[in-house]
T-cell receptor, first 115, second 110 residues
């Protein structure tokens, strides 16, 4: 079983649609992350959860809404997105917060295209 | 967010050659320098990491070197192989966050 699984792998949606991205980690980790990856740009940290509590909301527009129902699952709810939101959305997990001790494990991402 | 400037944006190297990727940073409030490797269609995966109290770390054909006074760190890929063709990201960590460079796409020609 892959450590961090993201579904769907590809998503095409119109600007008025509502959809959700799902992430599941099978590593027993306590921290989970959402990143946005756009071409030729650094990965952008969007949200961080530790033990199901949000610890970071990195100035992300409200059209992105995260949810962490338990330490194994993380969702990103999408509504009224813009064309510039087209990107690869990556989920990651780590044993705990604190990068020096606990490296992040990434899923393979959801490729999102906004029409 | 902490800035990390990574160069070059892309490089092409012949099989058996050396690939060198450089990163420069601005602040000093960190304790960890990881490098991630990403293949097309896959998420990034941790390749190698170094702490700032160490000037060099080698794992197989991959070596990180760190120059604290110059605020730079670099990745060397020795004896580059076609399977090394990927995008490489440097990063550093203020607190629990990771700040990534923009990535370097390495192409190894057989």
């Amino acid at each position: 079983e892959t450590g961090v699984t993201q579904t769907p792998r590809h998503l095409v949606m119109g600007m008025t649609n509502k959809k959700s991205l799902k992430c599941e980690q099978h590593l027993g980790h306590n921290a989970m992350y959402w990143y946005k990856q756009s071409a030729k740009k650094p990965l952008e940290l969007m949200f961080v959860y530790s033990l199901e509590e949000r610890v970071e909301n990195n100035s992300v527009p409200s059209r992105f809404s995260p949810e962490c129902p338990n330490s194994s699952h993380l969702f990103l709810h999408l509504h009224t997105l813009q064309p510039e939101d087209s990107a690869l959305y990556l989920c990651a997990s780590s044993q705990d917060l604190g990068q020096g001790l606990w490296p992040q494990h990434f899923g393979d991402g959801t490729r999102l295209s906004i029409l | 967010q902490q800035q990390v400037k990574q160069s070059p944006q892309s490089l092409i190297v012949q099989k058996g050659g050396i690939s060198i990727i450089n990163c420069a940073y601005e602040n000093t409030a960190f304790d960890y320098f990881p490098w991630y490797q990403q293949f097309p269609g896959k998420g990034p995966a941790l390749l190698i990491a170094i702490r700032p109290d160490v000037s060099e770390k080698k794992e197989g054909r991959f070596t990180i070197s760190f120059n604290k006074s110059a605020k730079q760190f670099s990745l060397h890929i020795m004896d580059s192989q076609p399977g090394d063709s990927a995008t490489y990201f440097c990063a550093l960590n203020p607190l629990y966050k990771l700040s990534f460079g923009a990535g370097t796409t390495v192409t190894v020609r057989a």
